[in-house]
T-cell receptor
Framework: EAQVTQNPRYLITVTGKKLTVTCSQN?????MSWYRQDPGLGLRQIYY???????DKGDVPEGYKVSRKEKRNFPLILESPSPNQTSLYFC?????????????FGQGTRLTVV | QKEVEQNSGPLSVPEGAIASLNCTYS??????FFWYRQYSGKSPELIMS????GDKEDGRFTAQLNKASQYVSLLIRDSQPSDSATYLC?????????????FGTGTRLTIIP
């Protein structure tokens, strides 16, 4: 089954404690991205990756890091989480170019930073 | 000006009526347009994609695209309570030769039984 898998689904952590949210896709997609979703602000892109070892900032990259060492995995790293990073996070993958760029989403990770 | 704009709603429609959702975008070079449905706390799911001017129908859903006016709309016929959700418009925006998928903030739709 084609899918994007995020873990964990729910996470409560304390300010400053480093955390990683994992994302894996089995569709051989080149393009992967991370979004955060906050009430009234919609989906905002944090980082994206066009392919292995190719990453770039999205609209709200501050406080986040990513890596793309393998095509299927795209982890999101919060080195020193702060309460303003409390949000619902989605990983997505898609084909690049003009073929079929629609995004497939993971189940979401609800992060609370206290 | 936002790259993709939607009325946030809420939009209330009686059961059985037609729900009309609208979206405008700023990049004249955009080639691909999508509508996602998102239930509260869940991930967005793709319901329609459209790539050329005109109408595209899929069951009770019709997507309409007008590139000259830079808008895309979604019509839901015979609205059902299960259609109550937030609908996200997404548009590919050219980004230094690559296409970036950009989302609107979503329109919250409520179908009233």
């Amino acid at each position: 089954e084609a899918q994007v898998t995020q873990n964990p689904r729910y996470l409560i952590t304390v300010t400053g404690k480093k955390l990683t949210v994992t994302c894996s896709q089995n569709m051989n997609h080149e393009y992967m991205s991370w979004y955060r979703q906050d009430p009234g602000l919609g989906l905002r892109q944090i980082y994206y990756s066009m392919n292995v070892e190719v990453t770039d900032k999205g609209d709200v990259p501050e406080g986040y890091k990513v890596s793309r060492k393998e095509k299927r995995n795209f982890p999101l790293i919060l080195e020193s989480p702060s309460p303003n990073q409390t949000s619902l996070y989605f990983c997505a993958s898609s084909l690049t170019g003009t073929g079929s760029p629609e995004a497939f989403f993971g189940q979401g990770t609800r992060l609370t930073v206290v | 000006q936002k790259e993709v704009e939607q009325n946030s709603g809420p939009l209330s429609v009686p059961e059985g009526a037609i729900a009309s959702l609208n979206c405008t975008y700023s990049d004249r070079g955009s080639q691909s347009f999508f509508w996602y449905r998102q239930y509260s706390g869940k991930s967005p799911e793709l319901i329609m994609s459209i790539y050329s001017n005109g109408d595209k129908e899929d069951g009770r859903f019709t997507a309409q695209l007008n590139k000259a006016s830079q808008y895309v709309s979604l019509l839901i016929r015979d609205s059902q309570p299960s259609d109550s959700a937030t609908y996200l418009c997404a548009v590919t925006i050219s980004n230094f030769g690559n296409e970036k998928l950009t989302f609107g903030t979503g329109t919250r739709l409520t179908i009233i039984p």
